[in-house]
């Protein structure tokens, strides 16, 4: 038979809860790092109304990275610049995030060399963006014991990258591009696309005269 419900024991869970889901509030909203409260972290330039949501992903190579205004970056986004942390990495910026983007929960862009998004890109849930890959020259050699490659990525403006997408080193993305999710992209993409698969292809164009 079911059991009877204690209403008055019922009671200090609730305030329990409310508590804790207070303080988590709370918590949230004094960890988060903007322009004016910015914490451990110096990044090379960060705009006005961004926001790093709280907890946050691994960050370094900040003075390196520079964030756009009016961005929102998730919980749990990894934004790195550099190999390692505490590299120097000459007077020029390696991350550069546009205004008005928004980088989904779970997201990594790792930028061990130039990354450009452009601004007002949408970024869904764990999307994943590198500048680097292993290398597999030697097929005698680990896969990960040998030195990676790396080039450049440049997502131009007004992109939608859908949930669980990947961007590869070299990918240049053009502007208001839809990536589908799932998509792992390489490679040059056009202008007012949409790509989908792995390796992601153009299944949808717009043109001019057709629309």
Sequence with gaps: MPMRKNTFSSWPRRLAQRAVHAGWAWVQRTGSVTAEHPGRFRFG???TGTRLAFPL???????????GSHCIVGEQVTLTAGLMPGLDLGPEPILRIGDGVVLGRGSHVIADTTVTIGSDCYFGPYVYVTSTNHSY?????????????MEPVEIGPGCWIGTGAVILPGARVGRNVVVAAGAVVRGEVPDHCVVAGAPARVVRRWTPDEG
Excluded: L, N, S, Y
């Design 57 to 67: 992903g691994t960050v370094f190579g900040e003075p390196w990275i520079r964030i």
């Design 137 to 149: 020259d030697d097929p005698h050699e680990p896969i990960g014991k040998q030195w990676p490659r």
């Design 45 to 47: 330039a960060m705009g």
